[in-house]
Every structure is written in C-alpha cells, then in structure tokens.
C-alpha cells in the first residue's frame, strides 16, 4: 500500500482543515489507518486511528472533540477534519496504516507511510 497525503495549509488559530490521504492497493479496506503528527524538534506523535470498516475509532486526548477521521474504502481515502485549530496543532501530519485490526497509537505498529503534508496554524 502506497499512501500520498494532502490537504494541508496556513490557517488561523480557529479555522478548520481537511487532511485526505489516497492510498493505491486493493487491500486498502484491510488497513487500519492512522494520521500522526511531527512538531519541529518532537517525536512523531498519534492523533487518530479508524478501524477497517469506519465504525470505531481512537483520539489522541489533545485532539478530542475538535478532530474527526473517517475513511472511505470506495475511494481508497482515509480524511482527518480538524476544527478549532490550534497554535500547538501547528506539525506535519502523516497518513499511516497497518494490514492487521487493532487501533494502536504506536509509531512502530504501522507498517505504511505516507510523505507529510505541513499544517501550520497562525495566531
């Protein structure tokens, strides 16, 4: 599975934003899929995680409330919409996915990467 993330901007502290990541492979809607995030000079950090069919995901506490991931397995797409953005939301974010069940919010239990795609948020 390759996966190429997009989506991301310059926004103001308040402003909402949509994360896609396209994924190629047919095996995607056998993926739980992951969206992580790298502040400068931090460790790449868990943000979400929705199950194969969509119907359970996983929240990073500092996000609850404010993100949502969702996935569409017609179209090999996993989404992150962000509202009530934050300066501290401010990293690149990475789509990420692991060919087993199980939301996991570790880095090293998801097999598949996308690039990152830089979200800044501005006061």
């Known amino acids: 599975v390759q996966l190429q993330a997009s989506g991301g901007g310059l926004v103001q502290g308040g402003d909402s934003l949509r994360l896609s990541c396209a994924a190629s492979?047919?095996?995607?809607?056998?993926?739980?899929m992951g969206w992580f995030r790298q502040a400068p000079g931090k460790e790449r950090e868990f943000v979400a995680a929705?199950?194969?069919?969509?119907?359970?995901?996983l929240y990073a506490d500092s996000v609850k409330g404010r993100f949502t991931i969702s996935r569409d397995n017609a179209k090999n797409t996993v989404y992150l919409q962000m509202n009530s953005l934050k300066l501290e939301d401010t990293a690149v974010y990475y789509c990420?996915?692991?060919?087993?069940?199980?939301?996991?919010?570790?880095?090293?239990?998801?097999?598949?990467w996308g690039q990152g795609t830089q979200v800044t948020v501005s006061s």
């Open positions: 990420a996915g692991r060919p087993q069940h199980g939301l996991l919010s570790n880095v090293r239990d998801y097999d598949y």
């Open positions: 492979g047919r095996t995607f809607s056998q993926h739980v």
């Open positions: 929705i199950s194969w069919g969509g119907s359970r995901t």
